[in-house]
């Protein structure tokens, strides 16, 4: 091209030589040196789904319909306060800065998460000054409560003078999802289906619109399981509810506008945009093998709880705007935001906002919602879209030869699936190859504490057992918060935390990167590196490890310095007093020479992080 100014009018991209898949494969091979592409540049789900670096345009693709064009999903905000009056200043308040719907989460209940709304709360004290119209949207999540708390609400429309048809209300009855979460015996379906059906008929005959009962994913996503686990349970316990509807004697084309779907969005951005868009195209998929025309179901989303932390609660912040993008790109029609201290505690005014505002911000000033379906056509997207639609329909097809949702849960199909993947996850998150920002990487020990109106009531959960019929409810940080607990422990009774004396060897450019390393390892467990700038000699180390008073000791610097100086350098250590003996990084050949000098344990990049620090505490008694 010439100097020219070209506008970008004129440019007809003819002036680009067109780039084929096997240039751009022949340049990456010349930079992983012939390593196997693969295992280099593509990686798995836990699904087994391979997710390659780059894809090409999908152009046959067709648009996955949900949320209107342009039309903003809905914002809903979190009213989980156990006092009434209290709940209700909270949903005024957000009303009145920019929210369109309420979540009204009851205690006990899938998402309550250690609070929430008693199930005889006066409803109108809660809504006191709420108009109940069509303006403001109300989610009840009252799980096995929801017939009491449906028949409470309805006689709060109608003492307000709106119109049961006027009042926008998803009712939650989800019996499935209290029994697969249920600590003690649930009632069984067969026993409460009828039921269920005869409460919704009776709701939609005083004219309310619904949806009326909900297919939840939490309960999967909750457990640690994957994506087409947590598609597949929802397409399962929604035909299971259009069934009952069904047999009541409802048309279908009827029964299926009274259900509606809630799936959990997470850090992972594509899988997420690709889950709910994944939903959408299965469900289409039910409904013509039920004869029906599809139709646009109505899905919520909430941030996933597994993905929060009790530590550096503020990347909290980053983890639930990256699942909203997702979630909104995916099409759902209404998202409530986990304000960034819920693990913590009741969140405050401060935590709320944030949460309101992630959502405002996003819809408003980036304009998230403007597009339908923006991720059609993209190869990925579209790519990982099919796969989890094949991968959740094949568990969805194993689920109803069991006889349906309930039999898979009685017989424990679902918890057994689920739990294989949780195991999976947690092996991940215990060797760093799944990072949670803030707690398994890049700790920071000496983190100021953060406000909640009150504490969590919720111990850390512990390792479900393999015969376990519920699907519990874990966060994936809870056992490196179990760790920095004991620290922070061991600090209020000693005035100091656990510590590790880093003996670095070599020059600054010779041990800087491991022992950076190390101080990342260990204070992820809340085991404080004493860090330095190196010794002028090994007695001045041996000195200056005394004077520590730490009682282990981690060797730091590159491989030709271990070479020469490692081994008698553990020697010396261990004489001192060292009662344990790290080196950071592979040992190589030399593992029989240093082990024989006194060096106990190799950390590097791959190696179990959660065994190896509680390991550590148990030498330091931090426990």
């Given at each position: 091209?010439?100097?020219t100014v070209v ?5 007809t ?5 067109p ?9 990456v091979?010349s930079?992983?040196?012939?390593a196997?592409?693969?295992e ?6 836990y699904?087994?789904i ?12 067709r648009?996955?319909?949900g949320?209107?064009?342009g ?8 009213i989980?306060?156990?006092d009434?009056a209290?709940a209700?200043a909270q949903a005024r308040?957000?009303?009145?800065n920019g929210?369109?719907?309420?979540a ?6 899938i ?7 008693g ?5 109108a004290?809660?809504?006191?000054g709420i108009?109940l119209g069509?303006s ?9 409560n ?5 028949r409470?609400?309805a006689d709060?429309?109608?003492?307000s003078?709106v119109s049961p ?5 998803s009712f939650?009855?989800?019996p499935l999802?209290?029994i697969a979460?249920?600590a003690?015996s ?7 289906r009828?039921?269920?059906a ?6 939609a ?7 009326f009962?909900v ?9 640690g ?11 399962a ?7 009952a509807?069904?047999?009541?004697g409802?048309a279908?084309?009827?029964?299926r506008?009274m259900?509606?779907f ?5 850090a ?6 690709a889950?709910?868009r994944?939903?959408?195209k299965l469900?289409?998929?039910?409904e013509?093998?039920?004869?029906l025309?599809p ?13 929060m932390?009790r ?5 909290n912040?980053?983890r639930?705007?990256?699942a909203?993008v997702?979630a909104?790109?995916?099409?759902a029609d209404s998202i409530a935001v986990l304000?960034?201290?819920?693990a913590?505690g ?11 505002n992630?959502?405002?911000?996003l819809?408003?000033?980036?304009n ?5 379906d ?5 190869g ?6 099919h796969?989890?639609?094949?991968a ?15 039999a ?5 199909l ?5 739990a294989?993947v949780r195991?999976e996850?947690?092996?991940a998150i ?5 990072a949670l920002t803030?707690t ?5 020990i000496?983190?100021?504490s953060v406000e ?6 919720l ?7 393999g015969?376990e019929?519920?699907l519990?409810c874990l966060r ?6 179990a760790?920095r607990?004991a620290s922070?422990?061991v600090?209020?009774r000693?005035g100091a935390?656990?510590?590790i004396f880093l003996a670095?060897l070599g020059?600054?450019?010779e ?6 390393y190390?101080k990342?390892f260990f204070?992820?467990g809340g085991?404080a590196a004493l ?9 001045e180390?041996?000195?200056s490890?005394k004077?520590?008073g730490?009682r282990?000791?981690?060797?730091c610097a590159?491989?030709?310095v271990?070479?020469?100086e490692?081994a008698?350098v553990?020697?010396a250590l261990?004489?001192?007093?060292a009662?344990?003996i ?6 190589g050949?030399?593992e029989?020479t240093?082990?024989a000098?006194?060096?106990d ?6 190696c179990d992080?959660?065994a190896?620090?509680?390991?550590a505490?148990e030498v330091l008694n931090?426990?």
């Amino acid at each position: 091209m010439s100097d020219t100014v070209v506008r970008a009018s004129e440019l007809t991209f003819a002036e680009f030589p067109p780039a084929s898949r096997e240039q751009w494969l022949a340049l990456v091979s010349s930079v992983i040196k012939g390593a196997p592409f693969e295992e280099r540049l593509a990686s798995k789900s836990y699904d087994g789904i391979v997710i390659a670096p780059l894809y090409e345009r999908d152009s046959g693709a067709r648009t996955v319909f949900g949320r209107r064009a342009g039309a903003p999903w809905r914002v809903v905000q979190r009213i989980d306060f156990p006092d009434p009056a209290a709940a209700n200043a909270q949903a005024r308040h957000d009303l009145e800065n920019g929210v369109t719907g309420l979540a009204l989460v009851f205690a006990g209940t899938i998402g309550a998460y250690g609070f929430g709304l008693g199930a005889n709360a006066p409803l109108a004290r809660l809504l006191d000054g709420i108009a109940l119209g069509a303006s403001v949207a109300i989610d009840l999540q009252a799980g096995p409560n929801a017939a009491h708390v449906a028949r409470q609400l309805a006689d709060a429309v109608e003492r307000s003078g709106v119109s049961p048809a006027a009042a926008d209300i998803s009712f939650g009855f989800d019996p499935l999802g209290h029994i697969a979460t249920a600590a003690h015996s649930a009632p069984s379906w067969r026993d409460d289906r009828p039921g269920f059906a005869a409460r919704i008929n009776e709701l939609a005959m005083q004219g309310y619109q619904g949806p009326f009962a909900v297919a939840d994913g939490r309960v999967v996503h909750n457990a640690g399981g994957s994506e087409a686990q947590e598609l597949a349970y929802v397409l399962a316990a929604a035909l299971a509810y259009l069934r009952a509807l069904e047999a009541s004697g409802l048309a279908l084309r009827d029964a299926r506008r009274m259900i509606c779907f809630r799936l959990a969005a997470d850090a992972d951005q594509f899988l997420t945009t690709a889950k709910f868009r994944a939903l959408r195209k299965l469900w289409a998929r039910v409904e013509e093998a039920c004869g029906l025309t599809p139709a646009p179901a109505f899905i919520a989303a909430e941030t996933a709880w597994r993905m929060m932390t009790r530590r550096d609660p503020f990347v909290n912040m980053l983890r639930a705007t990256v699942a909203v993008v997702a979630a909104g790109l995916g099409g759902a029609d209404s998202i409530a935001v986990l304000p960034h201290t819920a693990a913590l505690g009741l969140p405050d005014g401060f935590a709320r906002r944030i949460a309101r505002n992630t959502q405002l911000i996003l819809l408003e000033e980036s304009n998230l919602a403007k597009v339908a379906d923006p991720a059609a056509g993209a190869g990925g997207l579209e790519s990982l879209t099919h796969e989890l639609c094949v991968a959740a329909w094949s568990l969805f097809q194993e689920i109803e030869r069991t006889g349906g949702a309930a039999a898979a849960l009685e017989q424990g199909l679902i918890q057994a699936k689920v739990a294989a993947v949780r195991a999976e996850r947690e092996k991940a998150i215990a060797r760093r190859k799944d990072a949670l920002t803030g707690t398994t990487e890049f700790p920071d020990i000496a983190e100021a504490s953060v406000e909640v109106l009150a504490p969590s009531p919720l111990a850390a959960s512990p390792s479900p057992q393999g015969g376990e019929r519920r699907l519990p409810c874990l966060r994936l940080a809870e056992p490196f918060e179990a760790l920095r607990d004991a620290s922070d422990r061991v600090l209020e009774r000693t005035g100091a935390r656990p510590k590790i004396f880093l003996a670095n060897l070599g020059t600054l450019a010779e041990f800087t990167a491991r022992a950076s390393y190390a101080k990342n390892f260990f204070e992820t467990g809340g085991i404080a590196a004493l860090t330095n700038d190196g010794f002028a000699s090994r007695e001045e180390m041996l000195s200056s490890f005394k004077a520590s008073g730490a009682r282990i000791a981690c060797l730091c610097a590159s491989d030709a310095v271990y070479a020469t100086e490692a081994a008698a350098v553990a020697s010396a250590l261990r004489e001192a007093g060292a009662q344990h003996i790290y080196l950071a990084g592979r040992p190589g050949e030399l593992e029989p020479t240093l082990r024989a000098a006194g060096v106990d344990t190799f950390i590097h990049l791959g190696c179990d992080l959660l065994a190896t620090l509680t390991a550590a505490h148990e030498v330091l008694n931090a426990y």
